[in-house]
């Protein structure tokens, strides 16, 4: 079993940045690849960014990209959300996951390990 943990959520300003991490409790796991989720309260889960750990190919959702930047190091293993430009709209709780297998990046349903999460909350 594989927990993933996040850190650095908080409460911002609108237009500032925040970094959020993702620490695995195991250096090796069968994992191609790492994501971000996030949940607003009362919405879906849904998908934010990626990176594909052999490419170092990253992914991300129209509403963050160019504000956002995710990166990661599988040797150690950790994975890091960098958000710029934050908006009110960004608040949610965000969720690192971990995929195994060869769903498509975008559907939570392709990522087998989860974190619980850690709340951000951007206010204007």
């Known amino acids: 079993q594989v927990q993933l943990v996040e850190s650095g959520g908080g409460s911002v300003q609108a237009g500032d940045s925040l970094r959020l991490s993702c620490a695995a409790s195991?250096?090796?796991?069968?994992?191609?690849?790492m994501g971000w989720f996030r949940q607003a309260p009362g919405k879906e889960r849904v998908f934010v960014a990626a990176i594909f750990w052999t490419s170092n190919y990253t992914y991300y959702a129209h509403s963050v990209e160019g504000r956002f930047t995710v990166s990661g190091d599988k040797a150690v293993p950790t994975v890091h959300l960098q958000m710029n430009s934050l908006k009110v709209e960004d608040t949610a709780a965000y969720f690192c996951?971990?995929?195994?297998?060869?769903?498509?990046?975008?559907?939570?349903?392709?990522?087998?390990?989860w974190g619980k999460g850690t709340v951000v909350t951007v206010s204007s």
């Open positions: 996951a971990s995929r195994g297998g060869s769903g498509h990046i975008m559907s939570p349903s392709s990522y087998n390990y």
């Open positions: 195991r250096r090796t796991f069968s994992s191609n690849a």
